[in-house]
């Protein structure tokens, strides 16, 4: 069998491309890597926020919670009283400030504040306002 020179060239060529070189292989495995990594950092990220949204939703759950609580009391009770006034409750402090004849004669305004400690050690308030009326 007599070969021409073209053939022998194709058939060289052929037996390079055969496979990956091991540079080749390691390139792809630190591109991999780079992106898991990625994606790692992607997932913690997501975990934080998630429990950042959960905490404020919590604490705004429970201002709201105390002012129902408040709501439901006599315009002369003492939780009503001018003044500041405070309650705990799991990680999150609630406190709520009555005005007295706020924003017109025989109503009361109370601000409740609901405090906890976020990521990094960060203070987090949520805030709410309502108006309690003495009924004549």
Known sequence: MILRKTEIVHRHKDRGENGFTLVEVLIALAILAFGILAVASMQTASLLGTKNAYSVTEGTAFGQQKIED???RSYNHSDLTFGAHSATQG????SWTVAL???ITNTKTIDVDVTWTGAGG???VSSLQFVVVDIV
């Open 101 to 103: 004849d706020s924003p």
């Open 91 to 94: 990680d999150y402090t609630i």
């Open 122 to 124: 960060a203070q987090k």
């Open 70 to 72: 408040l709501m439901t």
